[in-house]
């Protein structure tokens, strides 16, 4: 067989984490290869962002980032903040907007970002494998041995940055979970995240609301948001949905303040002002008319509010605050953000994110149990962790 070729570093991923990560360390003077079984680099971030890329948010902090081990991600976010990353953009001259909730995006397109990145990686002479599956992986004498479309090439460090399992059809695969498993890293079982969630049997009737929108609390588990919910023909969707997702396990219920915004005992008194309105027109003053009728149907209490007392009224009101659905899945792996999950990191250096037991061994971004909120999170743990490794490189 030909020679291997020896590295510094092999990078497995050309995503967010993994290009950035290789153009860091090939900056720093390391020789490094980068792979990848895509043939085109950073798929996922080019639909990102409905296409411009959501690079960063502003508000970024370790509490809206959920893993096992809560504390982990504290170190490499406070060495690459959004600020860093932002400087980065401008630097290349690329035009960006705060959208809400401090999420930034390109005012072009998310093409911009793989630019930078490539830019970033020549500008560390990093050499890029591509369209090449990685067949085989060794490790021995403290070298990692990859071999990627029949060639071999050697490393004294590997690093995993092939992302989760989400959209599988942009190539996404268990990839980093099964090396991580083979050198002895355990494995926080992944799952969906940032995902729609589905309703069944009697909650099916909200599917004839499909496409109405309206601004809600939901909750799950530990998690509450303050955002946009959307009603599907499969069940909910919309950003407060996607964020609640990350908090929900099967058999949880999904509670939805409808009104958040009104203050308590607005039902009663607006029988005191309108007694001869009813309550699916009292609704519709707040919410989407095919959602109030839907509402209102289900609270089944007929006719003008003079007639209801003010107790029915009470338990109404309290009932749209806190309406509870109880999903019977998710839209899965294929429409995810996001994986929860993965690599743990009670394996992991936080400062390095190396392998405690292997030396060398490196896992970063997606791959790793840490997941953002909705908004840019993603990319900015995908940025840290990528310098916190390559910093070790």
Known sequence: PAMTRQFDAIVLGAGAAGMFCAALAGQRGRKVLLVDHNQEPGRKILISGGGRCNFTNLYTAPD???????????????????????????????????????????????????????????????????????????????RFRVTVGGAEAGAPALVLATGGLSIPKLGATGLA?????????????????????????????????????????????????????????????????????????????????????????????????????????????????????????????PGELANLTDRALGDAEARLANWTFTPNGSEGFAKAEVTIGGISTAGLSSQTMEARRVPGLYAIGEAVDVTGWLGGYNFQWAWASALAAAQAL
């Open 177 to 301: 979970y099964d090396l991580a498993r083979r050198f002895g890293l355990k494995v926080v079982e992944p799952r969906p995240a940032l995902v729609p969630l589905t309703l069944s049997g009697e909650e099916a009737l909200f599917s004839t609301l499909s496409g109405v929108a309206a601004h809600v609390v939901a909750r799950a588990g530990k998690g509450s948001f303050r955002e946009a919910a959307l009603f599907t023909h499969r069940g909910l969707s919309g950003p407060a949905i996607l964020q609640v997702s990350s908090y929900w396990r099967h058999g949880d219920p999904v509670t939805v303040d409808f009104l958040p915004d009104l203050p308590p005992g607005w039902l009663r008194a607006a029988k005191r002002a309108e007694p001869r309105t009813t309550l699916r027109r009292a609704l519709a003053r707040h919410l989407p008319d095919r959602l109030a009728e839907t509402l209102a149907a289900q609270l089944a209490l």
């Open 64 to 142: 809206r980032f959920l893993s096992a081990n809560p504390h982990f991600a504290k170190s490499a976010l406070s060495r690459f903040g959004p600020q860093d990353f932002l400087a980065l953009v401008e630097r290349h001259r690329i035009a960006w907007h705060e959208k809400t909730l401090g999420q930034l995006f390109c005012d072009g397109s998310a093409r911009q970002i793989v630019r930078l990145l490539l830019d970033e990686c020549e500008a560390g002479g990093v050499e890029l494998a591509f369209g090449q599956p990685v067949t085989d992986v060794g490790h021995a004498d403290g």
